[in-house]
């Protein structure tokens, strides 16, 4: 094949656009390595560098404003064998610079192409990031506030392990473009062009510039300081050697449920009690007797103190709600959990049943209570009370059992945190056959 380019797509850039030249020397390049178009996708940018990926008979995605390296990342991570080259303008740059800093520190081999034309070319000659502060642009003042951004420096400084900046018209620049795609890493090329369009009118001494190559020196090649194990390789090797993931659990019904409708459970407890756990036991212990479950969790990002709230539904029924505004049953295990639910006590149903532990204060109630001191009476840790609080609830509450119970800790705990709720479920069921409630 003698070329890549699409002869069905003329470069239909402005009269002197250097982009123009850039998209034949990518060509150059992609065929000294024999590249065929199948082995090559070109991932662009919105803007006049985003029209890149027409001009090639090769694949091709066409994204969003500044984000051609995030697709860019996900397709040569499922396909390491495919040539990925990443478009952007300076424009993307400014937009989605933050991926290409992510990009610079991954180093995954992805070939970054910035078409660096100091302007927003496309919409209006607009300032970017990279616009000289004496530039005149369409945006009036705005640049000469700003300090422009240097993508070589920058890639170098993020982690890039091959930075180059080329001249569009140096014949140096295919060449260029093919020794950042052999390079085994993440390589940021960065091609000075003039936008004749927009950016040179106001701008005149910016082909002038361009050639004595005043204001950025010109330099190519590895980074060395920067140079390391490629993403690709490094992510699949230490995937390889992660542990299998346990298969899903699937949970037999061998339970029998002694409910015949929706049931709800709130579990009001504090960081560290493990609430959430509770929780996830009760909906193993209920889904083992055959019932329907939703379970939702309320604490604070601080997660390491104040209320953690656990809200379980069972149900024989298909559950269509899941929220919880008048319990069935209320476990109140620790002050933070009963504070941040205080209003559902207001409204709570005469047959809810609460459970509490004897040091947590509770607004008045004429439900039935069962009041518990779980350290004094059954030696049982403040971290403990949601497991113990529920092998309560098996002993005098329907919507949980014995067997039920059981399941449900042997479904979700595993060793020795199976082995401690053993041991509290066993301590609980003592005190109750001495202290019938
Ligand atoms: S507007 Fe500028 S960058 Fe766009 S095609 Fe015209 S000269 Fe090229």
């Not at 029209?51 to 697709?71: E, I, K, S, V």
């Amino acid at each position: 094949m003698k070329t890549l380019l699409n002869d069905r797509r003329p470069l239909v850039y402005c009269p002197g656009c250097d982009h123009a030249n850039v998209v034949q020397a990518l060509n150059r390049a992609l065929m000294q390595l024999k590249l065929s178009g199948n082995q090559v996708v070109i991932v662009t940018d919105i803007g006049c560098s985003g029209l890149f990926d027409t001009f090639y008979n090769t694949h091709a995605l066409h994204g969003l404003h500044g984000r051609p390296l995030t697709y860019a990342t996900g397709l040569k991570l499922a396909r390491p064998e495919l040539t990925v080259i990443a478009v952007m303008g300076d424009g993307g740059m400014g937009i989605g610079g933050a991926h290409v800093i992510a990009s610079c520190r991954r180093n995954l081999d992805i070939n970054l192409l910035v078409l660096n034309n100091f302007n927003y070319g496309m919409t209006g000659g607009q300032c970017s990031v990279s616009t000289p502060q004496q530039a005149i642009t369409s945006s009036g003042f705005l640049n000469q506030l700003e300090q422009p951004l240097d993508f070589c420096k920058l890639a170098e400084t993020a982690g890039a392990s091959w930075v180059g900046r080329f001249l569009p018209e140096e014949k140096e620049l295919a060449a260029g473009i093919s020794e950042a795609v052999c390079h085994h890493g993440f390589s940021v090329l960065e091609v000075e062009n003039v936008c004749t369009g927009r950016y040179a009118r106001g701008n005149p001494r910016a082909l002038r510039e361009k050639k004595e190559h005043e204001h950025n020196p010109l330099f190519s090649g590895v980074v060395s300081r920067n140079e390391r194990l490629e993403y690709g390789d490094g992510y699949r090797r230490l995937a390889a050697e992660q542990p299998a993931e346990e298969p899903f659990t699937e949970i037999a019904v061998e339970q029998t449920a002694a409910i015949d409708d929706r049931c709800e459970i709130m579990l009001l407890g504090a960081a560290g009690q493990r609430m959430n756990t509770a929780g996830e036991i009760l909906c193993f212990a209920a889904m083992a007797a055959g019932l329907q479950v939703t379970r939702k969790s309320d604490y604070p990002i601080t997660v390491l103190r104040g209320h953690s709230v656990c809200e379980v539904v069972c149900s024989p029924q298909p559950i269509r709600y899941t929220g919880i505004a008048r319990p069935d049953v209320i476990l109140a295990l620790a002050p933070e959990g009963v504070e941040r639910k205080r209003s559902v006590f207001e409204s709570v149903k005469s047959d809810c049943l609460i459970i509490k532990a004897a040091d947590v204060e509770i607004p008045p109630s004429q439900c039935r209570i069962i009041e518990i001191d779980f350290q004094q009476q059954c030696g049982i840790t403040f971290i403990n009370r949601g497991v113990a609080a529920l092998a309560v609830l098996s002993c005098v509450h329907p919507v949980l059992n014995a067997n039920m119970f059981r399941s449900g800790l042997f479904y979700r705990l595993k060793s020795r945190q199976l082995e401690m709720a053993l041991v509290t479920a066993g301590r609980i069921s003592s005190w109750f056959k001495e202290n019938p409630q």
